[in-house]
C-alpha cells in the first residue's frame, strides 16, 4: 500500500519535490486514469515522485452536510486504485474549516509550493481551488508562470461523445447499469465493508448471506445482483440482494451477499464485492416459498452471467 498522509504542513521531505496530480478522483474512472498516466510521463521525464492531492472528506459532504451517500470510492478504496495506476503517495488532505477557508494564491504558495514543493501539477480541465472556488485552470497557469513550476492541464477525455466523469457513473449505477458503469470506470464498481451480524433469515431458507454495511457509498438501484467477492485473496461468484427486502417487512437497507459453495464465517471481516450485473429489480413476494423459488432463479441467473 502506498503511504497516505492528511495534511500538507507534515508531507515528509522524501514526498516532496515531485508531480502532483490534483483532483477528487471519486470512482478513479477513464478520465482520472488518463490524468494520472500523464502525470506519471511528466514524473518519470522529471525523476522525480508522482503524489496524488486529494482531499477528505469529499468537499460536498463537507459543505452539503446533509446530502445522501454518494461516494464511489472509500477513502482506502481510492488509495488502492490510485497506487495501482502508478501513484507513488497520496496526500488525502484533511477538508476542514481552515483548510475550506484558504485563498487560491494561498493553496498555491502554501499548499503546492511550500508544503509540497512541486515541480509541476497536473489537474482536469474543470478544477477549481481555494475558498468559493476562487481559481481555476487560467488563474493556476499564470501564478504557475510567474513562479515557475509547471502546469499540465488536461482536457476532457471522452467516451461515445460524453466525457468520462463521477457523476455519469453514479447515474449509470443509480439505474441499474451496472455493466456500463464499469465500462465507464475501467473496472467493476466495488461496495467494501465489514460484514454485520445480520437478522440471518438467509440460513433459515438455505441462503445464507453476508451482510455488508453500505456506509458511505452510493446507492444503486435496489434490486438483485451478480457479483464476486474477495475472500482470502480469492474472488468468489455469487448474488447479492440490495434493497430494504420487503417481502420480510425491511425497512433498513441492506446488502446481502450470497456466495455460491461457500461455507466460511465472514463476521468482522471486510468484504470487497464487485457489482457485474444488475439481474432484476427489488420485488415483493406473496410469502416465503414465493421467495425462495425466485432466489433460486436469481442464483441460476447469477452463474450464467458470470460464466458468461
Not at 434490486?223 to 480469492?234: I, P, S
Request: hydrophobic share 45%; glycine share 10%; proline share 5%.
Amino acid at each position: 500500500m502506498v503511504p497516505v498522509f492528511d495534511d500538507w504542513q507534515s508531507l515528509p521531505a522524501e514526498w516532496t519535490g515531485g508531480v502532483v496530480a490534483l483532483g477528487n478522483f471519486d470512482g478513479v474512472h477513464k478520465g482520472h486514469q488518463a490524468l494520472i498516466a500523464r502525470a506519471q510521463a511528466v514524473a518519470r521525464t522529471l525523476d522525480v515522485p508522482l503524489v496524488v492531492l486529494t482531499f477528505e472528506p469529499h468537499p460536498r459532504r463537507y459543505f452539503v452536510p446533509d446530502t445522501g451517500p454518494f461516494r464511489l470510492t472509500l477513502p482506502s478504496a481510492k488509495v488502492r486504485l490510485l497506487a495501482e495506476y502508478g501513484v507513488q503517495a497520496v496526500l488525502a488532505q484533511r477538508f476542514d474549516p481552515g483548510f475550506a477557508a484558504i485563498t487560491a494564491q494561498a493553496f498555491v504558495d502554501n499548499v503546492l509550493l511550500q508544503g509540497m514543493g512541486a515541480r509541476h501539477v497536473v489537474c482536469g480541465y474543470d478544477f477549481t481551488f481555494g475558498a468559493r472556488r476562487s481559481g481555476n485552470v487560467e488563474r493556476l497557469r499564470e501564478m504557475a508562470a510567474e513562479r515557475a513550476f509547471g502546469v499540465t492541464v488536461l482536457d476532457p477525455v471522452m467516451h461515445e461523445g460524453e466525457i468520462y466523469s463521477s457523476t455519469r457513473i453514479r447515474e449509470a449505477l443509480r439505474a441499474g447499469w451496472a455493466s456500463e458503469a464499469s465500462e465507464l470506470l475501467g473496472h467493476h464498481w466495488e461496495i467494501e465493508g465489514i460484514v454485520e451480524q445480520g437478522d440471518q433469515r438467509g440460513r433459515t431458507i438455505g441462503f445464507p448471506t453476508a451482510n455488508v454495511a453500505l456506509g458511505e457509498h452510493l446507492r444503486p438501484r435496489f434490486g438483485v445482483y451478480a457479483v464476486r467477492a474477495l475472500v482470502d485473496g480469492t474472488w468468489r461468484n455469487g448474488v447479492a440482494n440490495l434493497g430494504k427486502r420487503p417481502t420480510v417487512g425491511k425497512l433498513q437497507e441492506n446488502f446481502e451477499v450470497h456466495l455460491f459453495d461457500f461455507s466460511g464465517d465472514l463476521y468482522g471481516q471486510k468484504l470487497r464485492v464487485q457489482l457485474v450485473d444488475f439481474i432484476r429489480p427489488e420485488m415483493r413476494f406473496s410469502g416465503l416459498d414465493a421467495l425462495k423459488a425466485q432466489i433460486a432463479a436469481d442464483g441460476e441467473a447469477a452463474r450464467t452471467l458470470l460464466a458468461g
